[in-house]
């Protein structure tokens, strides 16, 4: 009898894979195993659930026995895999051992919390996933003020969500600029303000140092001085991919779990995708690359070895103070091209006439259709042999 397949991990890229390998081989045993309880939800959701009142039973689509039944497969839920064996093909948890034919790790990536100094006890909650958010939801009962580690991606839309939720926002972090990673100065600029506008405050070009616990509230101290009265705690500052696993059966890890175009680890048999994987030196914890991971992946394993390609890669900012939508890489000096302006803005950036990166925010956004057919692939398909 064949030994199954079996996927670690039941986010977005470990569900996904399995319907899609599904449509392509219904008779192999498929095996998935979670830390967590393995319902099915759909993890954007969580960026605008708490202003929309959502309970965790809401944003819960499909539990761990119906997505058992759906996919023909056998589902262990609050499972840790503590040891992966290469050489021999097996992986163990909760004290036994199961052999496996091809393994993929769907490990995800965790929150990261800046380190800092802390008194008494102090809880950071995070928004990653499905237990996190029903630990903050049960967190927030009143109106609160919320100190958020972080003004990237998903600071800033945690921070328009308890906006419109009804608490305030303050974000801490030491760039000059909201999402300095992913937009130029003009367009984070513009999202400062109309956040600001809705009731946010920001803190930036400075860091949390120390948090000490005041009853029932915490102090906390920036490095410039400052001090801040919250209630709650939340860490926005970057996610980090989940290697330890990988790295402990020694598979190749940097960024993320080094994988070729085909998805494989350095080691024979075994699989990676999602925000735990790095390929070619890029670690793209964002949907659409995810799913063009799933659907070459899929066939891989199927027996139909496919190499992935990155399309053009837009990507949605879910901050309706002020909406976003950026696609592509330009260098930290680029010079944009821009038109409009605030809060309806166009900015492109090329060279030798070639799009290479656009931003689009407001009433612009309908610009972005016409734009995505103009950029280059992030990552090429791979010339057929």
Same mark, same amino acid.
């Given at each position: ?10 986010g977005?890229?470990?569900y ?6 599904? !449509?392509?081989? &219904?008779?192999?045993e ?6 967590d309880?393995? *319902? ?16 965790? =039973? ?10 058992? *039944? !759906?996919l ?5 839920? #609050?499972?840790?895999?503590t /040891? ?9 948890f ?16 965790? $929150?990261?919390?800046p $380190?800092?100094?802390?008194?008494g006890?102090?809880e @950071?909650?995070s928004?990653?996933?499905l237990?996190s ?12 003020? %919320?100190?958020?580690? +972080? ?5 800033? #839309?945690? /921070? ?7 608490? !305030?926002?303050?974000?801490?972090? $030491? ?6 990673? &992913? ?13 600001e506008?809705? +009731? /946010? ?9 120390? @948090? ?22 939340i ?14 059966? +020694?598979? %190749?890890?940097?960024? +993320?779990?080094?994988v ?19 390929? =070619?030196?890029?670690?793209?914890q ?6 063009a ?9 199927a027996? &139909?070895?496919?190499?992935? /390609? ?26 944009w091209? %821009? ?12 060279? !030798? ?6 931003? %689009? ?25």
């Amino acid at each position: 009898m064949a030994l199954p397949i079996v996927i670690i991990g039941t986010g977005l890229a470990g569900y996904n894979l399995a319907r899609e390998f599904r !449509q392509l081989d &219904q008779d192999s045993e498929l095996v998935l195993i979670s830390r967590d309880g393995a *319902e099915f939800y759909s993890k954007p959701l969580l960026s605008n659930a708490l202003s929309q009142g959502l309970a965790v =039973e809401q944003i819960m689509t499909s539990s761990a026995e119906h997505m058992a *039944e !759906q996919l023909q497969a056998k589902i262990y839920s #609050e499972t840790e895999v503590t /040891a992966i064996n290469p050489a021999e093909h097996w992986l163990e948890f909760a004290g036994q051992r199961l052999a496996y034919r091809k393994l993929v790790l769907a490990l995800g990536a965790e $929150p990261w919390i800046p $380190p800092l100094q802390t008194e008494g006890l102090i809880e @950071i909650h995070s928004v990653n996933d499905l237990p996190s958010y029903a630990r903050l939801r049960q967190a927030l009962p009143r109106q609160q003020r %919320v100190l958020i580690l +972080g003004a990237g991606l998903i600071g800033c #839309e945690i /921070a328009n969500d308890l906006l419109l939720a009804g608490h !305030q926002a303050l974000l801490v972090a $030491p760039c000059a600029w909201p999402l300095p990673e &992913q937009l130029p100065e003009l367009v984070a600029t513009a999202l400062q303000t109309e956040l600001e506008a809705a +009731g /946010a405050q920001f803190y930036l070009n400075t860091s949390v140092q120390r @948090i000490s616990q005041q009853d029932s509230a915490y102090r906390a101290e920036l490095a410039n001085g400052q001090q801040l009265q919250v209630d709650t705690i939340i860490t926005a500052a970057g996610l980090r991919p989940r290697t330890t696993l990988a790295s402990q059966a +020694g598979l %190749v890890t940097a960024k +993320g779990i080094v994988v070729n175009r085909q998805l494989q680890t350095s080691v024979p048999d075994i699989y990676a995708l999602g925000d735990c994987v790095e390929l =070619e030196g890029l670690n793209l914890q964002y949907i659409l690359p995810l799913m063009a991971e799933v659907r070459a992946l899929a066939k891989t394993l199927a027996g &139909q070895p496919t190499a992935v /390609a990155y399309g053009p890669m837009p990507t949605v900012v879910k901050t309706p103070a002020l909406p976003i939508v950026f696609a592509g890489r330009a260098p930290a000096d680029a010079q944009w091209f %821009v038109e409009g302006s605030a809060p309806h803005l166009s900015l492109q950036y090329r060279e !030798q006439e070639q799009l290479l990166a656009y931003v %689009v925010t407001g009433e612009r956004q309908r610009e972005r259709l016409r734009l995505n057919r103009q950029l280059p692939f992030v990552l090429p398909a791979l010339p057929a042999e």
